[in-house]
């Protein structure tokens, strides 16, 4: 049965499962409430592409001219920090991680997610029950979603790194003598570089980890302050007239927070991607 409750419950770690009847063995046990929220997103960033390029014109109208607005300036960012040889092969990646979480956590703002679901969570605020299993759950607050995303690029960053400059130099720039040193003083210092590459791989294999754990953090986190500004004025044991009131104005300049962190995530995420693309496919000859 379809519960609709106003207020949203904290967000638990676990994503649940939308068709799941604790058997584990139905078909759709695999769809969650973020996976769902992941699918409209999608679907959205989609129409709103297609609607302003749909009749593409030499003066563009409004929703072509924002849209190319936003195509431009991103083009323009990441071609600062990957390079022009690599802009090209690596912008629609780039971009499209951008817009995607941006709108997957200003998605997480709007009514209804988190508290339209099934089931009762007792005990309610001011006697509104709290949904038990949200219908839907900010996609960016799941871990598999940005881990995922995370190890996608991973995979794509290892491909462009060794195609752009070829696996010995990818090793020599991972293991190599560094600050142009040779002879006997170059030899001596092979092991202490090669202890650094060292350093570096393990670097390189926890940046999906850091990459996933710092957007779901900064969502999941952000999310249960908003449930607890909400619920303030019940915490603190005021009157029900007045925990009303709280729980409408308090989380207000928070929703503005949430707002910015939103666009501060997404733009962390896609730059970041950015600098490792960049630190390992920029040539000899650029860098001097």
């Given amino acids: 049965m379809l519960f609709i409750s106003f207020l949203a419950s904290g967000l638990t770690l676990h994503a649940p499962s939308l068709f799941d009847d604790g058997s584990g063995e139905t078909f759709f046990a695999w769809l969650t409430n973020s996976i769902l929220v992941s699918f409209l997103v999608s679907l959205f960033v989609i129409w709103v592409c297609r609607r302003a390029t749909r009749n593409m014109t030499i003066i563009p109208n409004q929703k072509q001219n924002a849209f190319e607005a936003v ?47 099934w089931g009762v969570k007792e005990p309610g605020f001011l006697n509104v029950p709290e949904v038990a299993t949200p219908l839907l759950r900010p996609t960016t607050a799941d871990l598999n979603m940005t881990l995922g995303m995370a190890a996608v690029f991973m995979v794509l960053w290892l491909y462009w790194s ?105 733009t962390v995420f896609m730059l970041l991607c950015a600098v490792y693309i960049q630190l390992e496919t920029t040539h000899e000859e650029e860098e001097h």
Avoid at 76 to 96: K, P, Q
Avoid at 166 to 181: A, I, S
Avoid at 245 to 257: Q, R
């Fill in 71 to 117: 195509v431009q300036t991103l083009y323009d960012m990441m071609e600062e920090i990957v390079g022009r040889h690599m802009i090209g092969r690596t912008f629609a990646l780039l971009a499209t991680l951008f817009v995607f979480i941006l709108a997957s956590n200003w998605f997480s703002l709007l009514p209804g997610v988190g508290s339209i679901g």
């Fill in 162 to 266: 060794l195609s752009e400059v070829g696996p010995r130099k990818f090793l020599n720039h991972t293991f190599g003598v560094k600050g142009g040193l040779k002879g006997a003083m170059g030899v001596a210092m092979i092991p202490v570089f090669f202890f650094v590459g060292l350093i570096e791989v393990v670097s390189i294999c926890f940046r999906p980890v850091s990459l996933s754990l710092r957007l779901f953090g900064n969502i999941f986190a952000g999310e249960n302050l908003l449930t607890t500004m909400i619920t303030l004025g019940k915490t603190l044991g005021l009157p029900a007239w007045m925990a009303y009131i709280l729980s409408v104005s308090i989380p207000i300049p928070f929703y503005f927070l949430e707002l910015l962190v939103g666009l501060l995530q997404a």
